[in-house]
């Protein structure tokens, strides 16, 4: 089969389309023909290693799954003796960050792992990207505990991650304000957000709303400058490490005392979040904001473009064009 392979860490180059060999399905597993997947900031990360802890999940020396693409949708060609929940044809997308192998024509994954059927009102290109910028958002919003009717503030709304927040912050009821650039305001209010403040001409550090949770979605602002917009229990969650590691340092302290304080949730995903994912785009609550669209010879173009910190929503990779 045809996969995208990177056998050391470095500059999107290193990934290169070659021929591997098909994946075999053990009795647990099934194996899919996948049509569609992403490139996204978690395949990026791991691919560059520019940040020296992804190797801990990825290889301390070189790359041990040389296929990257977490995210995948496609249809289930072959599945393992036990398997109970799959059968051949059914419509799959999900999310694997462990083993991936969303970038070539065949990958393999557990029945029990983050799968399910495709919502059905969703394309393969579409349900992709269900998932990535969304469980990262889910686990922030979780861990925030906000409720119906609080206010929060999403930074950087446009992102895999930011886009992914304001529609599921405003699935749980919460009034949400969004900061994104001129060009995204009209699609940001209408992935639902209620007020929307335009970074290039107005400051959002001066509003006058206090809010619950602040989700800094692309890491550009800090607690300390967010720290005045917070109510007296309110939340800073940021999804970079901030200068000199300091949201580290927070998330460690600032829960000690009662107030203001910074979290910095270890992000999961399991069967049960994929399958609320699929719910909500069944509902039209959730639908990911798609860019643009890569043919899998064209991934090292893909890389670049999402590497420029300036996507917006995400990045789809056509393994098969429909
Ligand atoms: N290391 C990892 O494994 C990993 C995995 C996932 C995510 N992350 C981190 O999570 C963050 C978000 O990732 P993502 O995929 O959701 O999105 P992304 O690709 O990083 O974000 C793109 C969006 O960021 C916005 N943006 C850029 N500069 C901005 C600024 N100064 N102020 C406000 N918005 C700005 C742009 O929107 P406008 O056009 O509106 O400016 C663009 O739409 C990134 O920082 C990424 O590194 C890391």
Redesign the pocket.
């Known amino acids: 089969m045809k996969a995208v392979v990177y056998t050391k860490y470095g500059l999107p180059e290193v990934a290169k389309l070659m021929e591997v060999s098909k994946p075999i399905p053990k009795d647990n597993e099934v194996l899919m023909k996948v049509c569609a997947s992403t490139v ?3 395949d990026s ?1 791991f691919r560059s290693a520019n ?1 020296f802890i ?1 190797r801990f999940w990825s290889g301390l020396i070189r790359p041990k799954y040389p296929i990257l693409g977490c995210e995948f949708a496609g249809t289930i060609e072959e599945i393992g003796k036990d398997v109970k929940t799959f059968k051949r044809g059914d419509r799959v997308f999900g999310y694997n960050d462990k083993t991936c192998g969303g970038h070539g024509e065949y990958l393999t994954m557990s029945e029990d792992d983050a799968i399910a059927t495709l919502p059905g009102n969703l394309t393969f290109y579409e349900a992709a990207p269900l998932t990535e ?1 969304a469980h ?1 958002a889910l686990n922030n919003i979780r861990a925030s505990k906000i409720k119906s009717g609080q206010h929060a503030l999403v ?2 709304a ?5 886009s992914a927040a304001v529609q599921l912050l405003k699935h749980l009821g919460a009034k949400v304000t969004a ?3 001129t ?2 305001v009209a699609l940001v209010k209408s992935l639902g957000a209620d007020t929307v403040i335009d ?1 290039q001409t107005q400051d959002f550090t001066k509003t006058n709303t206090k809010f619950h949770f602040i989700l800094d ?4 602002s800090s607690f300390r400058e967010c720290k005045p917009l917070l109510t007296e229990s309110g939340v800073y969650i940021s ?2 490490l901030g200068k000199n590691a300091e949201n580290i340092f927070y998330a460690l302290t600032t829960p000690m005392w009662k107030g203001k304080k910074v979290l910095f949730p270890i992000p999961t995903i399991n069967k049960a979040d994929v399958i609320f994912l699929k719910e909500l785009a069944e509902k039209g609550e959730y639908k990911p904001v798609i860019d643009s669209y890569y043919k899998l010879d064209q991934i090292v173009e893909a890389y670049r473009y ?1 590497e420029t ?4 929503g995400n990045v789809v990779i056509k393994v098969v064009e429909e």
């Open positions: 996204n900031r978690t990360g940040y992804s910028g990262y930074y950087g446009t992102g895999a991650i930011g900061v994104c650039n060009k995204n970074y979605a692309v890491g550009k999804t970079e999402v910190g300036q996507k917006t």
